[in-house]
Every structure is written in C-alpha cells, then in structure tokens.
C-alpha cells in the first residue's frame, strides 16, 4: 500500500488556525490534497489531525481522516516522526502491508501534481530509501554574519571570511514539500537526512518556508504572480 500523510495539528501559534487559513480564496491544506490526488500515486491521502473542523474540511477537499490523532501526539513539542509512524502502524493494525509512504506538509500552496510525479520517478530511478524536496541557498550559508554581544557583525564562520562566495560549494536546504519514503525503513529509525535520502532539487522560487503572516502575505502574492494569465 502506498499512503501520503498530511500532518495537521490544530492549535498552531504563529499564525492561528494555520492549516485551514484561507490562501487566496480557499484553505491552505487544499492544495496539497488536492496535488496529492491528482498525482494518481498514491492508495489513500490521509490528513493526521486531532481538530474536528480540520477533519472536515479535508474530507471536503478529497481526503481521508480515518482517526483522529491522539492528543498525546498532538502537542506543540511533537515531532513528525512518531505522528508519520502512527498513521503507517494504524493502517498496519487493519491488516494493510504499507510499503511506501510519502509526507506532505500541509502549508504548501506551491506544491502541484507534476512536482510530486517528478520527484516520485526520481526516487524510483535511483533506488534510494528516501528523497525530499530541496533548494539551493539563495546565499552562501558560509559567509553567514551574526551579532556579537556589542550589535556589531561579525562573521558565524570565521574561516570563510576571506573565501570567494564563487569558491564555495553549492549549499542546499530542507525546502519543508514532500517526502517520499520506505515505509518500513522509516519506521526503524534511518534519518531522512542522510546518504539513504536523494535530493530532488526545487526551483528557488517555489521553496517558500510560510511561518510568520509576513511570509503569508508575501506568498500570496507571489502565487498570484506565478498563476497570471
């Protein structure tokens, strides 16, 4: 079996009621339902949550929400990890062999299907346990500056100081979209971040890590600029 799961917990504090806030006219955790199922990978798209209006605005959109997700996993210090591995283990417990399954986040408006389907083939290709959704840092991460104590910049990595930004590597970074995974190698443990994982590489423009209302209203806009006719 191959299962997507979005983890949405209510109860978010940065930006209230994050996952169902509406993004340019409908709910955030939309897209990526709605990218999920018309990919065609995958057997069921779950959306893990312990909110009932959450719930019912997946179902809305397409989804399954075939429970609810405990509240002991459902707190704000609860990593992914465990609340991926209980949706993998419920389906297990129903007599299900998950074979493979793939995480969405579900504040990812710039996720559509072609993107899932590329990154799928890529993970099939290679044959890797894992593959994620990557961007190449705008800037070089080594010429980094920091404050010291005085407010004044100093630099967070000092022997790069005097290193040309041309002579450094390229430097990638989680770009928070998709995961897709060996079911069962996840479950014991192998991190995503590792040699196990192959990268698939996102253009810069659709990385947008969405935190603050500050970055909402800046990707709002930029979706917008992206879908004009």
């Not at 299962?3 to 897209?31: M, T």
């Not at 010429?143 to 967070?156: I, N, P």
Request: charged residues 20%; contains cysteine.
């Amino acid at each position: 079996m191959k299962i997507c799961v979005i983890p949405a917990r209510g109860g978010s504090k940065r930006i209230p009621r994050k996952n169902i806030r509406p993004f340019l006219g409908k709910p955030v955790i939309a897209y990526p339902i709605e990218a999920a199922i018309a990919s065609s990978l995958f057997d069921a798209v779950v959306v893990s949550t312990n909110d009932s209006e959450i719930a019912d605005i997946a179902k809305q959109y397409g989804a399954e929400v075939p429970f609810m997700r405990p509240e002991a996993l459902s707190d704000d210090h609860t990593a992914t990890a465990p609340v991926l591995i209980h949706a993998i283990e419920w389906y297990e417990n129903k007599g299900y062999s998950v074979e493979e399954m793939t995480c969405l986040y579900p504040s990812t408006p710039f996720i559509n299907q072609n993107l899932l389907q590329d990154g799928y083939r890529l993970w099939k290709d290679v044959q890797s346990p894992y593959c994620f959704a990557v961007s190449e840092f705008h800037s070089a991460p080594q010429r980094a500056l920091k404050l010291s104590d005085q407010g004044r910049a100093v630099s967070l990595y000092p022997e790069f100081q005097q290193t040309r930004t041309q002579d450094l590597p390229p430097t990638f970074f989680d770009a928070g979209m998709f995961y897709f995974c060996d079911a069962q190698i996840y479950k014991s443990g192998v991190s995503i971040h590792s040699d196990s994982a192959v990268p698939f590489v996102l253009p810069r423009h659709l990385a947008h890590d969405i935190d603050t209302l500050e970055d909402w209203d800046f990707a709002e806009r930029f979706y917008k600029f992206l879908h004009m006719k």
